[in-house]
Nanobody
């Protein structure tokens, strides 16, 4: 049974910080690239940050560069998103994604999401 469970969302004031966690189970976590996406009301889901299975490559959306940090702990089967200097524009549901692309088969999994609200 594959599971991705996000946690750490909540209400925070502009300029504040949150750390999101995504706990994975049911697959070989270290084989997968992990990503965080977000979706605000009325908008399309967008990629926020991505990290390869070996953590050798990391990419961020331009809107979060310098403020967000993605990391992973393969021993704990967990990926994190540290969010600093939060802005109201960061308000969205944040989703965890796992992706594996091999020569014969591909796998892609999504979590249920966690709400992040930035408001004064």
């Amino acid at each position: 049974q594959v599971q991705l469970v996000e946690s750490g969302g909540g209400l925070v004031q502009p300029g504040g910080s949150l750390r999101l966690s995504c706990a994975a189970s049911g697959f070989t976590f270290s084989y997968y690239a992990m990503s965080w996406y977000r979706q605000a009301p009325g908008k399309e889901r967008e990629l926020v940050a991505a990290i390869t299975s070996a953590a050798g490559n990391i990419n961020y959306a331009d809107s979060v560069k310098g403020r967000f940090t993605i990391s992973r702990d393969n021993a704990k089967n967990t990926v994190y998103l540290q969010m600093n200097s939060l802005k109201p524009e960061d308000t969205a549901v944040y989703y965890c994604n796992a992706d594996r692309r091999g020569p014969y088969k591909e796998y892609n999994y999504w979590g249920q999401g966690t709400q992040v609200t930035v408001s004064s």
